[in-house]
Each structure stands twice: as C-alpha cells, then as structure tokens.
C-alpha cells in the first residue's frame, strides 16, 4: 500500500457564505482526496472547537488557523503513512492537539484531514467510500429525516422550534422516499402560499413562514402529506428538532414565539400533548436542554416507550458524554456528527457504542454545509438507517441525497431501504 506524501488545506466557504476548512491529502503514487467539513449555528457547549481566527476578517468568523494547523503542524505527522491507518492518523492528530476538545489545533483542522485520509484510501483501493468504510456490511439506505420547515437559530422567523422535519419511511426504496418528501415540499410550498404566508427558506432550506407555534406547523405538514395522497403516520411521519439549549435560560425553556415559559416538567407535559395531537410525531430531538439530566430523565420515562427521543447537544458525539446518557437512562437515539468530535475514529465509535446499547443513530449534516456528501458514505456504511440532511433543494442539502441516489444504483438489487425498522418506540413497532 502507498503513503501520504502530502497534505494541504484553505479556507473555502460553507453554505451561509461563512468560512470553513477543506483538506486534500496526497498519495505516493499521484491519488489526491478533498474533503471539507460543516460549521453548526446551533451548537453545544461541549463540542470539539472550531478554530476562528476572531481577527476582523470575515467578521471574525475566518479558519486561516485552523487551516495553517492542518499545513504545518498536522501535515508533517501523518506524511509516511498508510491512509489506510485511519486510527492511528487520527490518534496522532488527537495526541499532536493534547486538549480533550481539540481547542489547540481546532476540530475543523483535523476533521478535514481525518475525513480526507479515509477518502484517500478508499479511491487507492478503488471501492466507494460507503464500502471502504463498512467493509462486509450490512449496508442500509437511510430514511430521510427532510426539515422542510425551519424556526429557531436557523431562519428569521417567529418559530421556537428549530426543525419540522418529514420521514417518507413507508416507501420501498430511498429513491422513493425521496421523491415522497420532495413532492410533499412542493406541496408545502403552495400550501403556504395560499395561505398568504412566506415561502422564503431558512438556513437548511425549508420554509421559514411565521406561524402560531408548533402545533401549526405541524398541522400545515399534515396538510401538505394529505394533499400529494400520503397517510400521515403510514406513509410519512413528522419529527422535531426542538434544539432546546437555544430555549433554555436559568432553569425555564422560553418560547418566545408562543408566549410561553415552561419548567422542564410543564415541558414534557407540552411534548405528551403535542403527541396526543399528531400521533404522526415518531422523533422529538434535543426536547431537553444539553446539560438539563433531569429534564431528560423526565422525558424520556415519559415519551421514551413511544417515540424516539434524539441527543444531540445533550451528547454532541462524544462517547464520554453518551456513556453517561445511556447509564442514566437519557433518550434513546444519538444524532451524529463528524465535526461535534473531530475525527471518523471517534464518530464510529459513538455509532458503535449506540448500536450495542439499543440507542438508534441518525447521521446529521450541520445547517452549515458544503457540497462534500461525506455523510451520505457514512450513514450506508454504519447501517444505522437514518439520516437528517434538510430539505431536499439548495446544493449544500441536495448533495447529499444525490449522492444516496448514487450508491443506491451501485448496490443495485441489495440496496435494502431503512423504512420505520430503525426507529425506537412503540409507534415504530407497529
Ligand atoms: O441542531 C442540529 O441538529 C443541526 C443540524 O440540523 O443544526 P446546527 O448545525 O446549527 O447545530
Ligand atoms: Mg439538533
């Protein structure tokens, strides 16, 4: 097998027109891979850092650091090695950086190398990514979680909650599912045009209308789903991403947008009846505030049997954090993220930790994207069955459902489709 020759790295821009890094890594016999990572607006307190410069440039929002990192410290470390050592590069870069949070040579550094070392590998042994990764499978198509409808951090609107998410889980294949959600988004779109309200879109490309609160939101999708001839529930059913951390402050979740403020036990209350409402809901994200345990305790004991319940600031990836939910019994579901932790190594040891412990996966983009379909690979290989990438226009979300397509056409007759069966809870079982 070959080595690494050479690393190089820029600031390109992400999908908010924000910076972020791409990595490319160089092999001996000519082969390059690029890779560019994601930049979250939502973020957890205990995520690994992203390196910003803070300098002016940008507003202050410019990676040069990060991307120096990657050129003169990480680059000389890993130069000789197989990229087919994917743990040990990434130990080396977890070791060169010396922080728990990566806050020395910043997880946007390494994360673009780590990403772009396992693509490099994988073309210098002429398989696919997805394959490279999952070695003997099994591989599995996600179910789409598609958030057509955007609130929170992530448009201007009057929404507290972040995402309204669609899941075509009752299609026979990905591609199916995909056609389903993206009719349903066209649907939406007329729907609230007719409605007098605006269809200008939010930060992953759903609508970002101002609407009474959730219970409309999801009343319009139901809409929408009934509208193109689905059965909510049968055919497509709703998730949220509350994105809870945004709402909490000094022990009380605030949503604005509805007037109202609730203690976590009037919280798990408002979720028991938003579900009694639309028993369509099969997954509620970050319901609880990422350091709020007993909050998520409550929640889950209340809504766990039932639905999924998904971590993701709560446990931002980390297997430290995760172990803690699943012994303290918090949710039931982990969302996934390569640049909340900073390495492929670690993301897949998450993923892996779920799987042994019953906890679902789902693999997520971040709200600020690029064209790199690495997560589309990923969510095959792991088989986890679910992944969450935003409504299916703009390039940045698009890219990632093309390239689903593609590895569906490449598995042929074995590309079997996740449907509802990676789904925790009752509802799921039916
Ligand atoms: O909260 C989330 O799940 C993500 C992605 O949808 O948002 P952000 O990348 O802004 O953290
Ligand atoms: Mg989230």
Same mark, same amino acid.
């Given at each position: 097998?070959? $080595?690494?020759?050479?690393?190089?790295?820029?600031?390109?821009?992400? *999908?908010?027109?924000?910076?972020?890094?791409?990595?490319?890594?160089?092999?001996?016999?000519?082969?390059?891979?690029?890779?560019?990572?994601?930049?979250?607006?939502? #973020?957890?307190?205990?995520?690994?850092?992203?390196?910003?410069?803070?300098?002016?440039?940008?507003?202050?929002?410019?990676?040069?650091?990060?991307?120096?990192?990657?050129?003169?410290?990480?680059?000389?470390?890993?130069?000789?090695?197989?990229?087919?050592?994917?743990?040990?590069?990434?130990?080396?870069?977890?070791?060169?950086?010396?922080?728990?949070?990566?806050?020395?040579?910043?997880?946007?550094?390494?994360?673009?190398?780590?990403?772009?070392?396992?693509?490099?590998?994988? %073309?210098?042994?002429?398989?696919?990514?997805?394959?490279?990764?999952?070695?003997?499978?099994?591989?599995?198509?996600?179910?789409?979680?598609?958030?057509?409808?955007?609130?929170?951090? $992530?448009?201007?609107?009057?929404?507290?909650?972040?995402?309204?998410?669609?899941?075509?889980?009752?299609?026979?294949?990905?591609?199916?599912?995909?056609?389903?959600?993206?009719?349903?988004? $066209? *649907?939406?779109?007329?729907?609230?045009?007719?409605?007098?309200?605006?269809? *200008?879109?939010?930060?992953?490309?759903?609508?970002?209308? +101002?609407?009474?609160?959730?219970?409309?939101?999801?009343?319009?999708?139901?809409?929408?789903?009934?509208?193109?001839?689905?059965?909510?529930?049968?055919?497509?059913?709703?998730?949220?991403?509350?994105?809870?951390?945004?709402?909490?402050? +000094?022990?009380?979740?605030?949503?604005?947008?509805?007037?109202?403020?609730?203690?976590?036990?009037?919280?798990?209350?408002?979720?028991?009846?938003?579900?009694?409402?639309?028993?369509?809901?099969?997954?509620?994200?970050?319901? %609880?505030?990422?350091?709020?345990?007993?909050?998520?305790?409550?929640?889950?004991?209340?809504?766990?049997?039932?639905?999924?319940?998904?971590?993701?600031?709560?446990?931002?990836?980390?297997?430290?954090?995760?172990?803690?939910?699943?012994?303290?019994?918090?949710?039931?579901?982990?969302?996934?993220?390569?640049?909340?932790?900073?390495?492929?190594?670690?993301?897949?040891?998450?993923?892996?930790?779920?799987?042994?412990?019953?906890?679902?996966?789902?693999?997520? $983009?971040?709200?600020?994207?690029?064209?790199?379909?690495?997560? *589309?690979?990923?969510?095959?290989?792991?088989?986890?069955?679910?992944?969450?990438?935003?409504?299916?226009?703009?390039?940045?979300?698009?890219?990632?459902?093309?390239?689903?397509?593609?590895?569906?056409?490449?598995?042929? +007759?074995?590309?079997?489709?996740?449907?509802?069966? #990676?789904?925790?809870?009752?509802?799921?079982?039916?």
């Amino acid at each position: 097998m070959g $080595h690494i020759v050479g690393v190089n790295a820029r600031e390109i821009l992400d *999908s908010r027109g924000n910076p972020t890094v791409e990595a490319e890594v160089w092999l001996d016999s000519g082969l390059m891979a690029r890779a560019a990572v994601p930049s979250g607006a939502s #973020t957890g307190k205990h995520e690994a850092v992203e390196l910003r410069d803070g300098d002016g440039r940008y507003g202050g929002k410019g990676v040069r650091r990060a991307v120096v990192n990657v050129k003169e410290k990480i680059a000389p470390e890993i130069i000789g090695i197989d990229p087919g050592e994917q743990a040990l590069i990434d130990n080396i870069m977890i070791e060169l950086d010396g922080t728990p949070n990566k806050s020395n040579l910043g997880a946007n550094a390494i994360l673009a190398v780590s990403m772009a070392v396992a693509r490099l590998a994988a %073309m210098e042994r002429e398989l696919p990514l997805w394959r490279y990764i999952g070695g003997l499978g099994p591989f599995l198509l996600p179910t789409p979680m598609m958030n057509v409808i955007n609130g929170g951090a $992530h448009a201007d609107n009057n929404l507290d909650v972040q995402e309204f998410m669609i899941v075509p889980h009752g299609a026979e294949s990905f591609g199916e599912a995909l056609r389903m959600g993206t009719e349903v988004y $066209h *649907s939406l779109k007329k729907l609230l045009k007719n409605k007098g309200k605006n269809t *200008s879109v939010g930060d992953e490309g759903g609508f970002a209308p +101002d609407l009474a609160g959730a219970e409309e939101a999801l009343e319009v999708l139901v809409e929408a789903i009934a509208g193109c001839g689905y059965k909510p529930g049968e055919d497509i059913s709703l998730a949220l991403d509350v994105a809870a951390s945004e709402l909490y402050d +000094d022990g009380l979740y605030r949503f604005k947008g509805e007037g109202k403020d609730y203690n976590p036990e009037q919280l798990v209350e408002y979720y028991l009846k938003l579900c009694r409402n639309y028993p369509f809901v099969v997954s509620i994200e970050d319901g %609880m505030a990422e350091d709020d345990f007993e909050g998520w305790k409550m929640l889950t004991q209340a809504l766990g049997g039932e639905i999924q319940l998904v971590g993701d600031d709560i446990f931002v990836t980390n297997p430290k954090r995760l172990a803690v939910g699943i012994e303290e019994g918090m949710a039931n579901a982990v969302l996934v993220k390569l640049n909340q932790i900073g390495t492929l190594t670690e993301t897949l040891e998450v993923i892996d930790m779920a799987v042994r412990n019953s906890y679902s996966a789902i693999i997520s $983009h971040r709200s600020g994207e690029t064209d790199d379909p690495f997560i *589309s690979d990923l969510s095959v290989s792991v088989g986890v069955g679910q992944i969450k990438t935003g409504a299916p226009a703009r390039v940045d979300r698009v890219a990632k459902y093309n390239q689903l397509l593609r590895i569906a056409e490449d598995l042929g +007759d074995l590309a079997l489709f996740a449907g509802l069966k #990676t789904f925790r809870g009752r509802k799921a079982e039916r």
